[in-house]
T-cell receptor
């Protein structure tokens, strides 16, 4: 496989459930990101990991918990979500070498519905 | 802080029409500029980029020129196709900034 792979593609969960979103990148990149895309709202950056260390957390509620066990994998653990958390969650990666501005490579997202 | 402003959509064009989607930015330093495209049911993918002033990015018939004097990076295509229907995002990124700054996206619909 190549690129950035996200699983599952679709997820329906109740407000009391716990689930996890998975992202895997096969590009050898050293930075990974979680974005939230809601209808009629701008793209929201949630978390940034660089070299497996979290470097940015944009005031995301604690019911979202990221995990980056290695440079190829990124998880988003979900618990006690609210209906307004229903959205498309996008994972992305990039190679940040301190010299060039490489673009982001996105997965196809997980469409999350909270009931 | 840095920001990107895109032309509001939606934009509806007939096939073979000329496309312009305006993008202006505010940033300190020397950002690189990008256009991403999102087709229905997919994530964003890089369409083109420019890394310094006066650079022109191009791909699949789309072009955009990095204009530092007007802080703009407008996307153009001479003849759109139905398959170009998608959401287009303008973005900037700075070295070691740790994140990209995106515009709100512009939805393009091309009718046969």
């Amino acid at each position: 496989e190549t690129g950035v792979t996200q699983t599952p593609r679709h997820l329906v969960m109740g407000m009391t459930n716990k689930k996890s979103l998975k992202c895997e990148q096969h590009l050898g990149h050293n930075a990974m990101y979680w974005y939230k895309q809601s209808a009629k709202k701008p793209l929201e950056l949630m978390f940034v990991y660089s070299l497996e260390e979290r470097v940015e957390n944009n005031s995301v509620p604690s019911r979202f918990s990221p995990e980056c066990p290695n440079s190829s994998h990124l998880f988003l653990h979900l618990h006690t979500l609210q209906p307004e958390d229903s959205a498309l969650y996008l994972c992305a990666s990039s190679q940040d070498d301190g010299v060039s501005n490489s673009p982001l490579h996105f997965g196809n997202g997980t469409r999350l519905t909270v009931t | 802080g840095d920001s990107v402003t895109q032309m509001e959509g939606p934009v509806t064009l007939s096939e073979e029409a000329f496309l312009t989607i305006n993008c202006t930015y505010t940033a300190t330093g020397y950002p690189s500029l990008f256009w991403y495209v999102q087709y229905p049911g997919e994530g964003l993918q890089l369409l083109l980029k420019a890394t310094k002033a006066d650079d022109k990015g191009s791909n699949k018939g789309f072009e955009a020129t990095y204009r530092k004097e007007t802080t703009s990076f407008h996307l153009e295509k001479g003849s759109v196709q139905v398959s170009d229907s998608a959401v287009y995002f303008c973005a900037l990124k700075k070295i070691n900034a740790g994140k990209s700054t995106f515009g709100d996206g512009t939805t393009l619909t091309v009718k046969p």
